[in-house]
């Protein structure tokens, strides 16, 4: 099942919707919020914290050890998929069944996410190739990206840096806009309609970082990658402002629920 005939156009692609103060508090019990994730001891992180924040509870999936996925996200106030070390390009049942289940999503136009390997997932059931860089450089820690001038519109006061754990990229959709670029992977952050793809990990807090980092030392010696010392003395530069960035994202990207949706609780 493929949704590449989805019309993306401009007529979407407008400013997240103001959010009133305490919208969420007045009903008495929002809709969880789907969090799929890859790896059993993968955690929805600082995206997770900002979910619940907002008194969401997260509905955690694992399709990779066996958890469907639902036919419907009428009882759901949204949808995540995370990272992992997978690629989207894999054969496995479950990677495919994870990219045809996001015909879902945009098909009610329900709030999407895709983080990373989520991202590239959105990308693929949209029809855009995924791959790795031509040089086969990677990713590996923080690296500068631009926001457009949609991205800006969208959502401002981006960071001037976030954190990145990939091999893989993506081209940009047909018809979807482009929210931030980069230099050796071009296309960092989308959006088709109520459907978002960031390239870039918000998700990551330190204990996660600290935990990439060791487990994932044999990546340092990837073309592109920053050592570890890097990472985190970097995290203590860009990190505030990108977490604050991520709140206010989470936040105007729940906003963009349909009004029956928010009618129905």
């Known amino acids: 099942m493929s949704f590449r005939s989805l019309s993306v156009g401009g007529a979407n692609l ?8 305490g919208a969420t508090a007045a009903h008495r019990d929002p809709l969880p919020v789907l969090i799929v994730l890859h790896q059993e001891s993968s955690t929805p992180g600082r ?9 969401h509870r997260l509905d955690i999936r694992r399709p990779r050890f066996g958890d469907p996925l639902p036919d419907t996200l009428d009882r759901h106030a949204g949808a995540v998929i995370f990272g992992g070390p997978m690629s989207a390009n ?20 329900r709030p999407f996410l895709g983080i990373c390997l989520g991202a590239q997932m ?24 631009r926001p457009t001038a949609a991205g800006h519109t969208l959502c401002p006061d981006w960071p001037d840096q976030v954190y990145h754990w990939h ?17 050796d992977f071009p296309v960092q952050a989308f959006r088709a309609g109520h459907a978002f793809g960031f390239q870039f990990h918000p998700d990551v807090t330190y204990a996660m970082m600290h935990c990439w980092t060791t487990r994932g030392y044999d990546g340092f ?17 860009y990190d505030v402002v990108e977490r604050a960035w991520l709140k206010q994202f989470v936040d105007g990207w729940l906003a963009c629920r349909p009004v029956l949706a928010q009618a129905a609780e």
């Open 90 to 109: 894999d054969s496995d049942d479950y990677v495919r069944r994870e990219i045809d289940w996001i015909e879902i999503p945009l098909r009610e136009q």
């Open 122 to 145: 959105l990308a693929k059931q949209l029809g855009a190739r995924v791959a790795p860089h031509p040089d086969a450089l990677t990713q590996i820690g923080y690296y500068p990206i």
């Open 221 to 237: 010696g990837a073309p592109g990658a920053r050592a570890r010392h890097h990472h985190f003395a970097d995290r203590a530069v």
């Open 14 to 21: 407008v400013p997240f919707p103001g959010r009133t103060p």
């Open 47 to 55: 995206v997770g914290n900002a979910l619940r924040a907002l008194g």
């Open 167 to 183: 091999r893989e990229g993506f081209e940009l959709p047909t018809g979807a806009e482009l929210l931030a670029e980069g230099d």
